[in-house]
T-cell receptor, first 114, second 112 residues
Framework: GQQLNQSPQSMFIQEGEDVSMNCTSSSIFNTWLWYKQDPGEGPVLLIALYKAGELTSNGRLTAQFGITRKDSFLNISASIPSDVGIYFCAGRTLSSGSARQLTFGSGTQLTVLP | DGGITQSPKYLFRKEGQNVTLSCEQNLNHDAMYWYRQDPGQGLRLIYYSQIVNDFQKGDIAEGYSVSREKKESFPLTVTSAQKNPTAFYLC???????????FGPGTRLTVL
């Protein structure tokens, strides 16, 4: 299947700091999605991106669809303790066709220190 | 109150037994998906269904089976042929015209 490289694998930050994580691929994507997963729960959709260059915010979260269509990043500003969790990128490539299968990154584990 | 439900939350199975995981949605979504999640890895697609009475294998379908007799329901059976079934299983759904999948709370399966 397709490969999505998500980095960093884990992050330890102080409360109040900004966070940035990204996903890259050698394939072109039509859609980029960012999810957050709390321990033992299902992922929750944070932001969806549909156009190259698109920059979308959701509260303290901002995500961008890279202009090459092969990458995306997620920024979290002024982190708070409840930001702790695993953040996943996911995308749909041109080759997925009508099935609309998503490819997932391996996740970024975020820890916020008080 | 619309959403996706999965049951049970935790499931324990003895080796050699088949078990069925439930997934129900009342969002009127056309497509439903089953994923497997292992520690430190991304989600891997097991099976998906875009319409009732039709489903397709994903990347890791061996040892699993599904049915889609109703639009709202997409149960997953983990058979004894699955060599390493201990994992966290996630069900998702979406409208067939969109990419944004919504997930259930998951079922953690442990083989004893």
């Amino acid at each position: 299947g397709q490969q999505l490289n998500q980095s960093p694998q884990s992050m330890f930050i102080q409360e109040g700091e900004d966070v940035s994580m990204n996903c890259t691929s050698s394939s072109i994507f039509n859609t980029w999605l960012w999810y957050k997963q709390d321990p033992g729960e299902g992922p929750v959709l944070l932001i969806a991106l549909y156009k190259a260059g698109e920059l979308t915010s959701n509260g303290r979260l901002t995500a961008q669809f890279g202009i090459t269509r092969k990458d995306s990043f997620l920024n979290i500003s002024a982190s708070i303790p409840s930001d702790v969790g695993i953040y996943f990128c996911a995308g749909r490539t041109l080759s997925s066709g009508s099935a609309r299968q998503l490819t997932f990154g391996s996740g970024t584990q975020l820890t916020v220190l008080p | 109150d619309g959403g996706i439900t999965q049951s049970p939350k935790y499931l324990f199975r003895k080796e050699g037994q088949n078990v069925t995981l439930s997934c129900e949605q009342n969002l009127n979504h056309d497509a439903m998906y089953w994923y497997r999640q292992d520690p430190g890895q991304g989600l891997r697609l097991i099976y998906y269904s875009q319409i009732v009475n039709d489903f397709q294998k994903g990347d890791i379908a061996e040892g699993y089976s599904v049915s889609r007799e109703k639009k709202e329901s997409f149960p997953l059976t983990v058979t004894s042929a699955q060599k390493n079934p201990t994992a966290f299983y996630l069900c998702a759904s979406t409208f067939s015209s969109t990419d944004t999948q919504y997930f259930g709370p998951g079922t953690r399966l442990t083989v004893l």
